[in-house]
T-cell receptor, first 117, second 108 residues
Framework: NAGVTQTPKFRILKIGQSMTLQCAQD?????MYWYRQDPGMGLKLIYY???????DKGEVPNGYNVSRSTTEDFPLRLELAAPSQTSVYFC????????????????FGPGTRLLVL | RKEVEQDPGPFNVPEGATVAFNCTYS??????FFWYRQDCRKEPKLLMS???SGNEDGRFTAQLNRASQYISLLIRDSKLSDSATYLC?????????FGAGTRLTVKP
């Protein structure tokens, strides 16, 4: 199993450009998540999905969109890149949903480093 | 007040030392608790879940005090390979909230 994979590893965007961060998992997990991590800060949840066709907002969804057409893929879309979106983006998946009494291990991808200039 | 607070460190300890990290959380309705480990420029990886009764995994011991809203991680007999940032994570109404992490460096 490859686990959770993310592409690209690194990207530089100009202000106003758009891009899609790709995320895929081959563990047949229903639950998938997108986080961002700013320097010296904890991860913050952007969006999550409990299954194909179902997505919901996390703590910091503004400026992002997601879709979940298959169990395996969960792309994150930035429509109008802004310097405030410079961050490291992590995708994660889990077998069980949150609130499962400590069993909800999240598996993270290697991250995408995004720089918006 | 941050939802999950950790001492940022850094903690610099010699090999073989015992080191303890603390974490406090603000929401008393938090449901589940974890310690994750993050190596420099890498993704977080689950170290252990934290249960009310306390739990141990080899050299690592985690404790939870719900009354004080406090979580701890104890590492005994530190190894060079334990050098990393340790993230305290709290599940608040089905939303995982991460602390900023405590950085540990174990030196020869």
């Amino acid at each position: 199993n490859a686990g959770v994979t993310q592409t690209p590893k690194f990207r530089i965007l100009k202000i106003g450009q758009s891009m899609t961060l790709q995320c895929a998992q081959d563990m047949n997990h229903n639950y998938m998540y997108w986080y961002r991590q700013d320097p010296g800060m904890g991860l913050k949840l952007i969006y999550y999905s409990v299954g194909a066709g179902i997505t919901d907002k996390g703590e910091v969804p503004n400026g992002y969109n997601v879709s979940r057409s298959t169990t395996e893929d969960f792309p994150l879309r930035l429509e109008l890149a802004a310097p405030s979106q410079t961050s490291v983006y992590f995708c994660a998946s889990s077998l069980v949903g949150l609130g499962s009494s400590g069993q909800e291990t999240q598996y993270f991808g290697p991250g995408t480093r995004l720089l918006v200039l | 007040r941050k939802e999950v607070e950790q001492d940022p460190g850094p903690f610099n300890v010699p090999e073989g030392a015992t080191v303890a990290f603390n974490c406090t959380y603000s929401n008393s309705a938090s449901q589940s608790f974890f310690w994750y480990r993050q190596d420099c420029r890498k993704e977080p990886k689950l170290l252990m879940s934290v249960y009310s009764s306390g739990n141990e995994d080899g050299r690592f011991t985690a404790q939870l005090n719900r009354a004080s809203q406090y979580i701890s991680l104890l590492i005994r007999d530190s190894k060079l390979s334990d050098s990393a940032t340790y993230l305290c994570v709290v599940n608040v109404f089905n939303d995982m909230r991460f602390g900023a992490g405590t950085r540990l460096t174990v030196k020869p």
